[in-house]
């Protein structure tokens, strides 16, 4: 076998190479003619190709409110399905791609679909899966403005729609990273930057050892990619100051001056828009005044109750959001697009640029103003992420990112209210947004049992699927609405299975 790379013509001219390429599903043997049933250019286009998968990919989004939310299918069937030794030769790429689509199917979880209320994911909008399939086919890498022009604007322009919607500074800098998990670091990079800075002291050169001290203040609820981000910073997890919570998970704003009387000049917080588990948020307004006060950086972590500043219902609970110093977020929750789509914004913008840009002999400086990705996210290479989050945006407009949200919220009260209206089940939140935390049996051991009885139940059911979670000490169920497709049909058939697997869990301790 030989991969042709190029192919010369008559007198030199480039040309087509003389058959099929090895290497991506055409096998193209040593004389340069395909072996008899090989499957070539010639036998199947390209365009043939991705019209079969968008097929495939529409047969399955079509079928999603009917399959059965989670799977069965134990790891071993996978591997046996999927597996085995690495091919000698390559297969024609529609092969490859109808075998992927047959043999796949049982371990794909509905999480697309209207009744997954596992965690807090949404969907896909059509406008943002269609540009996502776009940005795959163009293949840009939107690390350079050089090698991605439209991409880059693309950034720019959605930047700044998101800033509008979110009601953040004009002059805000903007990031597009791989999840929340990513864009809680790069806002924490930009952080300790600006506070060792103040100190005289250039963290990205000099490093940490040696370097001033740095407080870092968080709630007791504060979302473990959070903790991550620290941990990936050298700030670490354990070494962190902590501002007790209420009862529904919201830092307790008045005890924070207390906590940072006990912090050197160089301090970072830590607030919440959304606990993962209640939905509840922070006080930002008295948070953001006793930071202001104590000279150190504001960070808000909103990886979905961000989204909430884009509806005017909903706006109040973030009141003080533009004082801080950092917002993060993700799109793939509430802006319903496909992962690889956290967001992240900070108030500093030559903090967050000294945190992560770098420089090389072969990247030339742009002269026109452009925009280079990579002065802007520890990535050098990367995924054009700002498409499908543009198309969105474009689809849906200001009215619409507000309906879902507010839709979604509405719905996560409506499945609160059908479900305790049985006996036996209690919700333990304030349904303040898209999440509801719910506990069936009484207090103590055979409560929790219980609870994870009808968790279990109900992710074998498939009608939904919701995952459990310790809330206080407590197990309880914990269901997350957050996908554009989900009605209220769903939310009442849901609610129904829900019951009826609580029932039987019930009939079946008590025999």
């Not at 058959?19 to 096998?27: E, I, S």
């Not at 930002?284 to 909103?302: K, N, Q």
């Not at 003080?320 to 929750?333: I, P, Q």
């Not at 995924?383 to 309906?403: I, K, M, N």
């Amino acid at each position: 076998m030989v991969l042709v790379r190029g192919h010369r013509g008559p007198a030199g001219v480039a040309g087509p190479p003389p058959g099929p390429v090895a290497g991506v599903g055409y096998p193209l043997p040593i004389d340069g003619r395909r072996a008899e049933g090989d499957m070539g250019v010639g036998d199947m286009s390209e365009r043939a190709i991705l019209r079969r998968t968008a097929e495939l990919a529409a047969d399955f989004l079509e079928t999603l409110g009917e399959r059965p939310v989670g799977v069965s299918v134990s790891p071993d069937e996978l591997r046996a399905r999927l597996g085995g030794p690495l091919p000698e030769v390559g297969e024609p790429a529609l092969e490859v791609t109808e075998r992927l689509a047959r043999e796949a199917d049982p371990g794909i979880v509905a999480s697309a679909g209207p009744r997954y209320f596992g965690f807090v994911i949404g969907g896909s909008y059509p406008a943002a899966v269609a540009a996502d399939w776009l940005t795959t086919a163009w293949d840009q890498n939107a690390g350079l403005y050089v090698s991605a022009p439209a991409a880059m604007v693309v950034e720019e322009v959605a930047g700044g729609w998101l800033r509008e919607l979110f009601g953040l500074p004009a002059s805000a800098s903007v990031a597009f990273v791989t999840g929340a998990t990513m864009a809680n670091w790069t806002a924490l990079a930009a952080a300790r930057h600006e506070v060792l800075g103040r100190a005289g002291w250039n963290v990205e050169t000099q490093g940490l050892q040696g370097a001033p001290e740095v407080d870092v203040v968080v709630g007791a609820e504060a979302h473990v990619t959070i903790l991550a981000a620290l941990q990936y910073l050298g700030l670490g997890r354990e070494g962190v100051h902590v501002v007790p919570a209420d009862e529904q998970g919201r830092l307790r704003a008045e005890l924070l001056p207390s906590v940072l009387a006990e912090c050197g000049p160089r301090t970072i917080v830590c607030a919440q828009a959304g606990n993962v588990n209640t939905g509840a948020f922070d006080p930002l307004e008295p948070i953001a005044a006793a930071v202001r006060e104590h000279g150190g950086w504001l960070h808000v972590d909103g990886a979905f109750g961000l989204w909430a500043a884009a509806s005017p219902e909903l706006r109040p609970r973030v009141a003080g959001l533009a004082l801080a110093d950092s917002w993060t977020t993700d799109t793939h929750k509430w802006l319903n697009v496909p992962y690889d789509s956290g967001l992240v914004f900070t108030a500093h913008p030559a903090a967050h640029r000294a945190a992560t840009s770098v420089s090389a002999a072969y990247l030339a400086a742009t002269e026109g103003g452009e925009r280079d990705g990579f002065d802007w996210t520890p990535e050098y290479s990367r995924r054009a992420r700002g498409f499908p989050v543009y198309a969105t945006l474009r689809s849906l407009g200001r009215a619409g990112v507000a309906e879902v949200v507010e839709r979604c919220c509405r719905l996560a009260r409506r499945v609160a209210e059908l479900l305790a209206v049985e006996p036996g089940v209690t919700i333990l939140n304030e349904v303040v947004l898209n999440q509801v935390l719910v506990r069936f049996g009484p207090a103590g051991t055979a409560g929790d049992e219980r609870t994870r009885a009808v968790v279990a139940a109900v992710q074998r059911d498939g009608t939904c699927w919701l995952g459990g979670t310790t809330w206080h000490g407590q197990a309880a169920m914990r269901i997350s609405v957050s996908n554009w497709r989900t009605t209220d049909d769903d939310v009442d058939v849901s609610a129904a299975a829900i019951l009826r697997c609580a029932r039987a869990s019930q009939t079946s301790a008590t025999r």
